[in-house]
């Protein structure tokens, strides 16, 4: 096995707790860690059981199937691995979410809520239960020192940077949180895992959310929703002038164009929900941009100080950084404002800002300005 100085690696022999997903990446940051002389203790938590309700499904994250993947890598590699049931925090914290978030006419993103409400600070809390010196993932970022303490920054890579997703870890977390693939890409990370002889070397990346594997996130929440909370409503152009009506605000998200039903010449997008008259605001693509949203429910990885000129804001996982400005505001919340319009703000999204390569933070989008 031939690695480079892109893995990054903590002292020979220490205590490393290794959160396993059963998917190739955290698979083959164990086995690295493992290789490479440290005492390696694989950890993973059963967050819910709806992966096998799809046969032939390949490709989930943390189901049954994928929890004996993560096993069999531990056997291979010779190491100790541990499951906790998590089922219940994972289904108030995420799935519950998911479905009230989607009732309310909000797109959710449950990856981002399981790592802040659920996998992070459990994972943690476990590894230093277990005497470890640090906890590891299989996650597409890095941790960097800086003269204020460690930052989180965006892995080397940019089509499978994750550092997203991590934006609500707790900054005092980062000193002992490893991320040992984060320099590498994922071409090579498959290449490791064959190299080690891991069955999972080219399981499928997960593409869907985990809980949905079929994608159908309507059908989802129709079927979890307590009775009552699906409410029809109409649709509306901008001015209030009624164009037809539908079944439930989960049916919809800011900027789609298929599935309307709504007859009309020009092409029409969702602009806007109402949540308390359970309407939709329908109209041309050109009012989707807004220039500036609030976010509540921040977390912040950096001082006051730093959050400041030459930051940018991210409004969801594959959209661009934007150069912005953001100006706290009370009770954990924050207005940013883009140098350049953001098509389809979408509340519920996460909204993360970085400095360069660094994540300063960030909070969930409630609404978008003009």
């Not at 699906?230 to 901008?238: E, R, S």
């Not at 979408?346 to 960030?362: E, F, I, K, N, S």
């Amino acid at each position: 096995m031939t690695l480079t100085d892109d893995i990054q690696l903590p002292p020979k022999g220490a205590r490393v707790a290794v959160a396993m997903s059963g998917g190739v990446d955290s698979s083959v940051a164990a086995a690295v860690l493992k290789a490479k002389g440290c005492d390696v203790v694989g950890i993973s938590l059963r967050l819910h059981g709806h992966a096998a309700a799809t046969p032939g499904k390949y490709g989930s994250c943390c189901s049954a199937v994928d929890l004996a993947d993560a096993r069999l890598v531990a056997e291979r590699m010779d190491f100790p691995f541990y499951v906790a049931d998590m089922q219940k925090e994972f289904q108030g914290a995420v799935i519950d979410d998911f479905v009230s978030e989607y009732a309310a006419g909000r797109t959710p993103n449950p990856c981002v809520r399981c790592n802040e409400k659920v996998k992070f600070r459990h994972l943690m809390e476990w590894a230093l239960d277990l005497g470890a010196d640090c906890l590891a993932t299989g996650h597409y970022a890095t941790v960097r020192s800086t003269p204020t303490g460690p930052a989180l920054c965006k892995a080397a890579d940019p089509a499978k940077d994750q550092s997203y997703f991590l934006f609500s870890i707790r900054r005092e977390d980062l000193a002992r949180t490893l991320f040992p693939l984060g320099g590498l890409p994922k071409e090579r990370v498959r290449a490791l895992a064959r190299e080690l002889g891991l069955a999972n070397a080219d399981k499928p990346d997960s593409q869907e959310i985990c809980f949905v594997p079929d994608g159908r996130y309507a059908a989802f929440v129709e079927r979890m929703a307590p009775d009552g909370t699906l409410i029809p409503g109409k649709i509306t152009d901008a001015s209030g002038s009624e164009l037809g009506s539908h079944e439930g605000l989960h049916r919809f998200t800011i900027g789609q164009r298929k599935g309307l039903g709504v007859p009309s010449l020009d092409p029409l997008y969702v602009l806007s929900m109402d949540s308390q008259t359970r309407t939709v605001v329908v109209g041309p693509e050109s009012s989707l941009y807004r220039d500036r949203c609030t976010i509540s429910g921040t977390t912040w990885l950096a001082s006051p100080e730093e959050i400041g000129p030459g930051t940018a804001a991210r409004i969801r996982y594959r959209a661009a950084d934007c150069p912005a400005r953001v100006e706290p505001l009370p009770d954990g919340r924050a207005e940013v404002f883009f140098s350049t319009p953001q098509r389809a703000i979408t509340p519920g999204q996460a909204l993360v800002v970085y400095a360069g390569d660094r994540v300063l933070g960030g909070g969930w989008i409630e609404g978008g300005g003009t």
